[in-house]
């Protein structure tokens, strides 16, 4: 079954601090996408990243970087120089097609990341 | 102006009332979700919706109904809502098409029930 594993509940650094949320998947499909999600405390969900399982490139955006390896099941969140407005509960996600047609999302539990001023 | 609304944007209902969260959209997606989030449970889905004709039940669909009255609009009603349906619903829009698109969340509904 598909599964998403965010293993830290919650975390806090002060200000400047570099930060790495990690994010363990389990899936049968052979492609699939993986998303990451931000819900700052105003409580919407914004879309940060997706990628597919044919590419295994680092992204880097800013601040933010991504590690995509498949050989572990992972796709990790990095902040770098990390900022109080990151502060945000952060989700990670898996696809998930059914019959070639239902695609559904799959969400982790989320990590809550606190940055101490 | 928001691509994805809701409203109410937040609710307080007494048991056994009938509630209706609506959700309208200006993306062109014909692809429309409804989850609900509890903390620490993450998100998830209630009923989706492929086009105005096509509508399937999610993980948690007991205790809600949907419409898609429209291409734009999709609405989630709890006929006799209870104090467990207290949550944050979001609905969510999507593309069909080739490969496997990007959920766009509107800014979600805080429902609570007494």
């Known amino acids: 079954a598909q599964k998403v594993t965010q293993a830290q509940t919650e975390i806090s650094v002060v200000e400047k601090e570099d930060v790495t949320l990690d994010c363990v998947y389990e899936?049968?499909?052979?492609?699939?996408?993986l998303f990451w999600y931000k819900q700052p405390p105003s409580g919407e969900l914004v879309f940060l990243i997706r990628r597919n399982s044919f590419d295994e490139q680092n992204e880097i955006s800013g601040r933010y970087s991504w590690n995509f390896q498949k050989s572990t099941s992972s796709f990790n969140f990095t902040i770098t120089a990390s900022q109080v407005v990151d502060s945000a509960v952060y989700f990670c996600a898996l696809s998930e097609r059914i019959m070639n047609r239902d695609d559904k999302i799959i969400f982790g539990k989320g990590t809550r990341l606190h940055i101490l001023p | 102006d928001a691509d994805v609304t809701q409203t109410p944007r937040n609710r307080i209902t007494k048991t056994g009332k009938r509630i209706m969260l609506e959700c309208s959209q200006t993306?062109?997606?014909?692809?429309m979700y409804w989850y609900r989030q509890d903390p620490g449970l993450g998100l998830r889905l209630i009923y989706y919706s492929f086009d105005v004709k096509d509508i399937n039940k999610g993980e948690i669909s007991d205790g809600y109904s949907v419409s898609r009255q429209a291409q734009a609009k999709f609405s989630l009603s709890l006929e006799s809502a209870i104090p467990n349906q207290t949550a944050l619903y979001f609905c969510a829009t999507s593309d069909s098409g080739q490969g496997f698109n990007t959920q766009y969340f509107g800014p979600g509904t805080r429902l609570t029930v007494l």
């Open positions: 899936t049968r499909d052979t492609t699939y996408y």
């Open positions: 993306k062109g997606h014909d692809r």
